[in-house]
């Protein structure tokens, strides 16, 4: 069975940072690209960052562009998205996706408030 497992969410200041961490099993992880994906209840699906199964090659939504970065560790099958400056507008559930949508994690809540 796959499971795609995030963490690193939570609550936090205007201007901070935050660590979002996807530890994958059930899977080939290393033959995967990957993707960060965020969905606020109601609203549609955004992309925010997708990396290659190697992880040379990484890119990242407008939105996010500047403030995130997408890296993965092949060896510990864990995936990982760094996002500073935060922003009230990035508050929403942030979910771990296999690149073609295959596999999906739970999501982890991002809340940025003062």
């Known amino acids: 069975e796959v499971q795609l497992a995030e963490s690193g969410g939570g609550l936090v200041q205007p201007g901070g940072s935050l660590r979002l961490s996807c530890v994958a099993s059930?899977?080939?992880?290393?033959?995967?690209?990957m993707s960060w994906v965020r969905q606020a209840p109601g609203k549609g699906r955004e992309w925010v960052s997708a990396i290659t199964n190697s992880g040379f090659s990484t890119s990242h939504a407008h939105s996010v562009e500047g403030r995130a970065t997408i890296s993965r560790y092949n060896a510990k099958n864990t995936l990982y998205l760094q996002m500073n400056s935060l922003k009230t507008e990035d508050t929403t559930v942030y979910y771990c996706t296999t690149y073609h949508y295959d596999y999906w994690g739970q999501g982890t809540q991002v809340t940025v408030s003062s």
């Open positions: 059930g899977l080939t992880f290393s033959s995967y690209a």
